[in-house]
Nanobody, 121 residues
Framework: QVQLVESGGALVQAGGSLRLSCQASGRILRFSIMRWYRQAPGKQREHVAS???????HYADSVQGRFTISGDNAKKMVYLQMNSLKPEDTAVYYC???????????????WGQGTQVTVSS
């Protein structure tokens, strides 16, 4: 009922910047929380950043001060601005959202398919 599509992943040199986007579509009344996760090869998926419907944000220690999450409810978009990228930021980045269904008014959690970010040293 809800689809999340990420974009913006690319190959970038260390110290560079990227902006990831996540477009949501479907039966969306509103978002409760939108998040970004990442998964590096051979590692578990980890939380990167989240933003609540009130606009409060939370970041993993490893990206604090370098990454910024933002959202546009009208456009059903969430963004992740990544600055000062490091090789250890290399991963597949996933969009995740808690969504209130516009038809059932129930909350459900959804994942996107991911976008690859590669940071070269």
């Amino acid at each position: 009922q809800v689809q999340l599509v990420e974009s913006g992943g690319a190959l970038v040199q260390a110290g560079g910047s990227l902006r990831l986007s996540c477009q949501a579509s479907g039966r969306i009344l509103r978002f409760s929380i939108m998040r970004w996760y990442r998964q590096a090869p051979g590692k578990q998926r980890e939380h990167v950043a989240s933003i609540s419907s009130s606009g409060s944000t939370h970041y993993a220690d490893s990206v604090q001060g370098r990454f910024t999450i933002s959202g546009d409810n009208a456009k059903k978009m969430v963004y992740l601005q990544m600055n000062s990228l490091k090789p250890e930021d290399t991963a597949v980045y996933y969009c995740n959202a808690d969504v209130i269904d516009s038809l059932t008014f129930r909350s459900a959690n959804y994942w996107g398919q991911g976008t690859q970010v590669t940071v070269s040293s």
